[in-house]
């Protein structure tokens, strides 16, 4: 793939985080989705939704130029079934997201703000959408911490 611009360059690493972020989930035994380091620490399963719901979030706080005042999750009633399951419903807003970023010009990564000086911050377009990829890969660097202290053999990630 020839990288022509800032969104192609974006639309990438999204993809490329996400491949590795399915490796690790994918590795981890179905019988192990509950377990948690501790009992304050999110559990396997919830930590993958977590990141799945998270981003949809970020994309409708991206399409509202900051953070949102109210936030009805799809997630939120949802019971984690299989990772396939959880995969297949986060698909739709998967696309979404990714087909607005296309959407975006090189310049909007730079004139276009968001506001989410709520919880401590405003950003352009473009460091808004590094900082979701980011997020996506330290929870998935977290998972392979849990996969270790679980003595859980850990996907190589590093392909």
């Known amino acids: 793939m020839f990288i022509i611009n800032g969104i192609d360059l974006l639309i990438l690493n999204l993809e490329e985080v996400r491949r590795r972020s399915i490796k690790v989930w994918s590795g981890i035994p179905e019988n192990m989705l509950d377990w948690k380091p501790d009992a304050q620490a999110l559990s396997i399963k919830e930590m993958i939704r977590h990141v799945l719901e998270s981003e949809h979030y970020y994309y409708l706080a991206i399409l509202n130029r900051g953070s949102l005042l109210s936030y009805d999750s799809p997630f939120e009633n949802r019971v984690f079934s299989s990772l396939e399951d959880e995969l297949n419903f986060a698909k739709m807003y998967r696309e979404l997201f990714l087909n607005t970023v296309k959407s975006f010009t090189q310049e909007d990564l730079s004139n276009v703000k968001i506001d989410r000086s709520d919880v401590g911050y405003v ?4 460091d808004m959408l590094m900082r979701i990829a980011y997020h996506e890969s330290v929870h998935t660097g977290q998972l392979l911490d849990y ?12 392909d």
């Open 123 to 126: 950003r352009n377009l473009g």
């Open 147 to 158: 996969l270790r202290t679980a003595g859980i053999d850990r996907p190589k990630v590093w």
